[in-house]
């Protein structure tokens, strides 16, 4: 007799659900909130996500995968993906498992240096063309077209970001499977620490703010002048010191380097920081009152040279026949952090806000033309209402339809989605390490009298109060010695670990974001909670066990 295949998931009565297309409910949809926890504008929902399933389906397709694609869907503002599984005997399975790993090991053997060589440049290329067009010289309906043409741009960037990240990513899920059987369980956690210490981007960036910040010490009074300087209209404004003007010419510099992201993840719809300098000067500030004995270079080195006596130690703990199997597999994995946080630095954050870049005209000028009330209107507007304004269809005043999607952008904010929704796998499917992972949806946290459970990312014992930071505008609360708790942390963040005791958050898995810089920062770090920042408050104490994946109240409040 036939398994009794699962049944839909319930859907909340506050989150109603229209499917899209005939079988949607039919998959297993899981929110994006690790990258993409607040509702979207319509621009980012029509044209990032659509673009992103049809790039991301593209690369899955090459490599013989155990799904065909990705589906993405934006329900109440909010984005959910779905696998697209393949469906075939067991033997066509197998067969097309083989398949997957000849693939990705092929890949996984030169994937870095193909990011470097070949990939990032194509990228760079994009990004240059978007910056380089002639907006002023051309026509409104030109400028629309162009922007028109940044859906087969990011499909393209979207193909790269999946070719680049899924070999070393299976490569990690590979070497923690081998040595959880050939060494034991208890080497999956210390695995994950051969991975860290080499330079990346966010690694470069950090570095880039410490040497500022040391040169703003070496000056006389000019520490105590950027202190208490302000942010008015997204620029730093600084004066009444000798190198005022030489201050601000650097973080210029620095911004021209490290500006294109912004406090959100793949939002077109959201400033970059060189739009708004709020964010980034704050976690400048925190930079410069750092004591001179926390130099990040210091700590870099510190963290490779224990990696190898950590390499060295497990090849130890391996038996003699596979040290050449443990061997390859770990210079595979080990390309995966630098790919994760390069290939983000160069297509999730730059690519995105330099797409902003080119939608703001269009926004200018249907602004100046009367069709919308204010440029930033343009990202309340349809992929396919820029699309009928390229091929120079009549829209008429489109200042109606984006008043009433301003307001109901307001209210789903105020909204929280179910984590999961559809149809789940059958009870009998192996676990996807994808979503256990990276996603972080292993477990079903919930209190079990003061603890919340989630799961284990980088250990360490820590005590103190909660900062709840629902976004990186809230930084400026955190303090050191503080428990940043958030709902996920993208490389906009990595600053805020240098000053965080731990990190608590709702999203994520032991090889996501803030599992990857948390043990760069020898911080524990709790993540997959799902309900975290729902239900602690700022100034709860805290007792966070990052090794047991565990947050204890220790106050006399309840969670909410």
Known sequence: MPPTPPAQLPIP???????DRPGDEQLFWIQDAMHLPHPLTPLDATLVQAAFSEGASRA??????????????????????????????????????????????ELGATVLRDWRETFEPQVTAECEAVLGFNYAGASTREVAAFVAGFYDRLVK?????????????????????FLGAVVGPDSVQQSRLMLQGFDNKSVEMGKALW?????VRANAGLADAVNVASVLEGKVQLSGHPQAADFLSR????????????????????????????TPFTQFKGFLAKPDSEDPYAAHRAQAAERDQL??????????PAVPQFRHMLELAQQYIPIAEDHNFSIDQKSTMVLRHGIQQLGARLAADGVLADAGDVFYLRFEEIQALASGAATGDLRGPVKERRAAHLRQAQIKPPPVMGTPPPADMPPDPLVSKFFGLAIDASWHGRTLKGLACSAGIVTGPAKVLLSLDDAWKLEPGDIMVCRT???AWTPLFGIAAAVVTD???PLSHCAIVAREYRIPCVAGTQVATHEITDGMRLRVDGAAGTVELLDGRTPA
């Open 489 to 491: 942390t993208m490389p």
């Open 311 to 320: 390499v060295a130690e497990m090849e130890a703990r391996v038996p003699a």
């Open 60 to 105: 899955i397709g090459r490599m013989s995968m155990p799904i065909s694609g990705l589906r993405t869907g934006v329900f109440n503002g909010f984005s959910y993906i779905a696998p697209v599984p393949v469906m075939g005997t067991p033997g066509e399975m197998a067969a097309r498992m083989e398949e997957m790993i000849r693939i990705t090991m």
């Open 251 to 278: 973080w210029q510099a620095f911004l021209d380097a490290y500006g294109w992201r912004s406090n959100r993840f793949l939002e077109v719809g959201y400033p970059s920081w060189r739009d708004d300098q709020a």
């Open 507 to 509: 999203a994520g898995g």
């Open 211 to 215: 040497d500022l910040s040391r040169w």
């Open 13 to 19: 009565a506050n989150f109603p659900v229209a499917w």
């Open 157 to 177: 960037l979207w193909d790269i970001h999946m070719r680049v990240n899924i070999p070393p990513m299976n490569a990690v899920f590979g070497m923690e499977e």
